[in-house]
């Protein structure tokens, strides 16, 4: 079964704004990683916050990480048409080794 | 520096037949994962291949199983194919039997079956 959930399912934006994407999960982690996904195609890893880290920056991306709320969010700024996607968020187990999944977030940036 | 390749892109098989999909993974990882992505959901573990070894199996019934090479390449096959087998089966490698943080994804086997 899947451990994470997205909100929102689909986001829809214009470029140039910012989109926000949210995950939760119900277990303790090591740590959380964003995916993202074009057209059912492979994932491409995109910036990974551990358990003791509670914010992580890599270019327009913004990661923030709640271990009290067993929550995450990812924030794109400045969105280009380029990003739309899906995006997952996966869970690493303090036990194990094997990502657990969310059900993902369609975003559409409209040009 | 190839990253992970996956054969073949595609695929359309009938019920009840069997499939293998193949993986290699990136230069200078060992470890590979096996994962199943139905339309619209996110990705679920199948197992994971270390030191030629199934490590870890997801929930996944016994007509998936896998080999790994000593070169590291990995083969997923499917028995008894079922139309809810449908997917994109996804290859991750890694290293150390996973121990590493980061899963290098390839592009995706697509199965149908009719």
């Known amino acids: 079964s899947q451990q994470g959930e997205e909100d929102p399912q689909a986001l829809s934006i214009q470029e140039g704004e910012n989109a926000t994407m949210n995950c939760s999960y119900k277990?303790?982690?090591?740590?959380l990683q964003w995916y993202r996904q074009n057209s059912g195609r492979g994932l491409v890893h995109l910036i990974l916050i551990r358990s003791n880290e509670r914010e992580k920056h890599s270019g327009r991306l913004r990661v923030t990480l709640d271990t009290s709320k067993k929550s995450s969010s990812l924030l794109i700024t400045a969105s280009r048409a380029a990003d739309t996607a899906s995006y997952f968020c996966?869970?690493?187990?303090?036990?194990?080794?094997?990502?657990?999944f969310g059900e993902g977030t369609q975003l559409t940036v409209n040009p | 520096d190839a990253g992970v390749t996956q054969s073949p892109t595609h695929l359309i098989k009938t019920r009840g037949q069997q499939v293998t999909l193949r993986c290699s993974p990136k230069?200078?990882?060992?470890?590979v994962s096996w994962y199943q992505q139905a339309l619209g959901q996110g990705p679920q573990f199948i197992f994971q291949?270390?030191?030629?070894?199934?490590?870890q199996r997801g929930n996944f019934p016994d007509r998936f199983s896998g080999h790994q090479f000593p070169n590291y390449s990995s083969e997923l096959n499917v028995n008894a194919l079922l139309l809810g087998d449908s997917a994109l089966y996804l290859c991750a490698s890694s290293l150390g039997g996973g121990t590493g943080d980061e899963q290098y994804f390839g592009p995706g086997t697509r199965l149908t079956v009719t």
């Open positions: 277990t303790s982690i090591n740590n």
């Open positions: 996966a869970t690493k187990r303090t036990s194990g080794s094997r990502l657990t």
């Open positions: 291949y270390y030191e030629e070894e199934e490590r």
């Open positions: 230069s200078g990882h060992d470890t």
